[in-house]
């Protein structure tokens, strides 16, 4: 599985941007797929995951009520809608595939990662 991120750059306090990962591979439908980020100086951190169908989702204390994630299954997409950004979102963010068809919370489950984008917000 390859997986391609984009959608990150700049923004403004309050701003939405809309994050894309697309994957190859033909096991994309079955399995859980996540976000995460990584800002300078910290460590990777879990931001919102989706389960196999996109019935059920898990978010990050740090993000509930702002970012959505979904997924598309016949475009091989996973989402991540950023709405109400601050600048404590600011990080690169990265997208991965679990290692089963539920939704994951850390990092340890997830066994392909894409390249990560940048999203940086400004106040």
């Known amino acids: 599985v390859q997986l391609q991120a984009s959608g990150g750059g700049l923004a403004q306090a309050g701003d939405s941007l809309r994050l894309s990962c697309a994957a190859s591979g033909r096991t994309f439908s079955s399995l859980g797929m996540g976000w995460f980020r990584q800002a300078p100086g910290k460590e990777r951190e879990f931001v919102a995951t989706i389960n196999w169908s996109g019935g059920v989702t898990s978010y990050a204390d740090s993000v509930k009520g702002r970012f959505i994630i979904s997924r598309d299954n016949a475009k091989n997409t996973v989402y991540l809608q950023m709405n109400s950004l601050k600048p404590e979102d600011t990080a690169v963010y990265y997208c991965?595939?679990?290692?089963?068809?539920?939704?994951?919370?850390?990092?340890?489950?997830?066994?392909?990662w894409g390249q990560g984008t940048q999203v940086t917000v400004s106040s």
């Open positions: 991965a595939t679990a290692t089963s068809s539920q939704l994951q919370v850390r990092a340890w489950a997830y066994a392909y």
